[in-house]
């Protein structure tokens, strides 16, 4: 008796696999969850689950999903943090005469960059130098190198506190 084959399979067999990996590349991408992506596919969410689970390709058009959209965030973030122009374009309907007349009107709009995105880009991408608690942590590692401190669990606080040793 034949084996039962999985989507995955039945896929490959039918050639459309290449297709579905790359839908749930985008739409991951575009942060789709699980349950939409399974319902693109025409699978239930618990097999989406087995599939990822069960085949490399399958768990790296994920991972290769996730990696755009990361990509694609930062891209924008850059944008925001450069400053960047955009073109708006509005379509005005106007009556003349009892005749409609179509009239475009472009727009360019001028976005400064914003400092904000600026430092968030130089810390994620350059480190703790360009952090706004540099000197602060430097110190905490410093301490913790040293173990100059003791932190101990104060239960009227609630939380940890440095000891008096």
Same mark, same amino acid.
């Given at each position: 008796?034949?084996?039962?084959?999985?989507?995955?399979?039945?896929?490959?067999?039918?050639?459309?696999?290449?297709?579905?990996?790359?839908? /749930?590349? +985008?739409?991951? %991408?575009?942060?789709? /969850?699980?349950?939409? *992506? $399974?319902?693109?596919?025409?699978? %239930?969410?618990?097999?989406?689950?087995?599939?990822?689970?069960?085949?490399? !390709?399958?768990? &790296? $058009?994920?991972?290769?999903?996730?990696? #755009?959209?990361? =990509?694609?965030? /930062?891209?924008? *973030?850059?944008?925001?943090?450069?400053?960047?122009?955009?073109?708006? *374009?509005?379509?005005? @309907?106007?009556?003349?005469?009892?005749?409609?007349?179509?009239? @475009?009107?472009?727009?360019?709009?001028?976005?400064?960059? +914003?400092?904000? %995105?600026?430092?968030?880009?130089?810390?994620? &991408?350059?480190?703790? %130098?360009?952090? +706004?608690?540099? #000197?602060?942590?430097?110190?905490?590692?410093?301490?913790?190198?040293?173990?100059?401190?003791?932190?101990?669990?104060?239960?009227?606080?609630? &939380?940890?506190? !440095?000891? =008096? =040793?």
């Amino acid at each position: 008796m034949a084996r039962v084959l999985d989507s995955f399979e039945r896929w490959e067999n039918q050639g459309t696999l290449k297709e579905k990996l790359r839908t /749930i590349e +985008d739409l991951v %991408s575009k942060n789709v /969850i699980q349950e939409k *992506i $399974a319902t693109v596919l025409g699978i %239930s969410e618990k097999t989406l689950q087995k599939l990822k689970n069960k085949h490399v !390709e399958f768990a &790296r $058009a994920f991972a290769k999903g996730e990696l #755009d959209m990361k =990509d694609n965030l /930062i891209g924008a *973030i850059y944008k925001k943090a450069m400053g960047f122009e955009h073109e708006e *374009i509005q379509t005005l @309907i106007e009556d003349q005469n009892g005749r409609s007349k179509k009239k @475009i009107v472009k727009t360019k709009k001028y976005y400064p960059p +914003d400092l904000n %995105s600026a430092k968030y880009l130089l810390v994620v &991408r350059f480190g703790r %130098s360009f952090n +706004d608690r540099k #000197d602060e942590l430097d110190l905490m590692e410093r301490r913790l190198d040293e173990k100059q401190d003791e932190w101990v669990l104060d239960p009227e606080v609630g &939380r940890e506190v !440095e000891s =008096d =040793d």
